[in-house]
């Protein structure tokens, strides 16, 4: 696969970078686990960060990153996110609540763009 990332070179560099960002509360470590279904975009979902933030963080270790790179299993990326909470699965807001994307994002620990995509079947 022309777009495949290779792990082991990246990961012996970010070591030391990795250490300091989580010092810091900055970006976590995500492994590669699914070569086929792990693509910058697809990681984005899982976090409140969006593919372009992940291609951005990865960038100075692998050059050719692009939102549809395929990586092998134990590849690591510096993802600039937290997971988003589990129990987004289902939450209902009234109709007449104050409640807004912006709220619920803040509310349940990810951005206004996640909210929209996990309701984009929702009108009104």
Known sequence: NAGEILPDVAAQNMAQTIQELENDGGPILYEIRD?????????????????????????????????????????????????????????????????TPRTLAKMFNCSVDQILQLNEHVEG
């Not at 992940?54 to 990153?65: A, G, L, Q, R, T």
């Open 35 to 99: 070569p086929l279904l792990e693509t910058p975009r697809t990681i984005a979902r899982k976090y409140t960060c969006t593919a372009n933030a992940i291609v951005e963080h990865n960038k100075e270790e692998y050059e050719d990153i692009t939102l549809e790179s395929t990586f092998k299993v134990g590849t690591m990326l510096l993802i600039p996110g937290k997971p988003i909470a589990e129990d987004l699965t289902e939450y209902v807001v009234e109709r007449k609540s104050k409640e």
